[in-house]
């Protein structure tokens, strides 16, 4: 099956500071997907995008399918943002990145 | 809008016992999805469902682990044995399109 793999595992910021988030998979995924997990583990879709870029608010997301990789852009970081962010398809996601943002 | 319902939201068995979690999509919702999370794991997909029908149930431990969705509405997924290694949160998501999914809360197991 498809392997996605998530870097970094775990990142700290202060709030305000910028990250990107990278998510690597071994295979063509035609139904690529960003989700956070907050701490209290409710699970939010924040974009499809099997390709192409995506804006949301402060948060982006790139996916070169060619490559095989897709980015994760979070602008101004707040500390709301601490959680999990998984990529995958449907069926596979990776492990996740640990995310935290302080105050 | 009312989100994606499950329950119960925590349960505690025992190894060899049998287990039944339940689900209640968003209305409309004609896809369903079963995952099981591992403690820091990403979500695994157990079963789809669009309407009443399966869709992929490929990872699904088909020995131990069963699910429907009758009328095409509420689903539940069962356990029967339930052993150590399905200590897990157990997700249910609902879908107007491909695009979007809608998870619940979950329900956590622990398997003694």
């Known amino acids: 099956g498809i392997q996605v793999e998530q870097s970094p595992p775990d990142l700290i910021l202060q709030e305000g500071a910028n990250s990107t988030l990278r998510c690597n998979f071994s295979d063509s995924v035609n139904n690529l997907q960003w989700f956070h997990q907050n701490p209290w583990g409710q699970l939010i879709n924040l974009f499809y995008i099997p390709s192409g870029t995506k804006q949301n608010g402060r948060l982006s997301a790139t996916t070169v399918a060619t490559e095989r990789y897709s980015l994760l852009y979070i602008s101004s970081s707040q500390t709301t943002d601490s959680g999990v962010y998984f990529c995958?398809?449907?069926?596979?996601f990776g492990e996740g990145t640990q995310l935290t943002v302080n105050p | 809008e009312a989100g994606v319902a499950q329950s119960p939201r925590y349960k505690i068995i025992e190894k060899r016992q049998s287990v039944a979690f339940w689900c209640n999509p968003i209305s409309g919702h004609a896809t369903l999805y079963w995952y099981q999370q591992i403690l820091g794991q990403g979500p695994k997909l157990l079963i789809q469902f669009q309407n009443n029908g399966v869709v992929d149930d490929s990872q699904l431990p088909k020995d131990r682990f069963s699910a429907e969705r009758l009328k095409g509405v509420d689903s539940t997924l069962k356990i029967q044995p339930a052993k150590l290694e399905d200590s897990a949160v157990y997700l249910c998501a609902s879908s107007p399109h491909q695009e979007t999914q809608y998870f619940g809360p979950g329900t956590r197991l622990l398997v003694l």
């Open positions: 995958g398809s449907r069926l596979t």
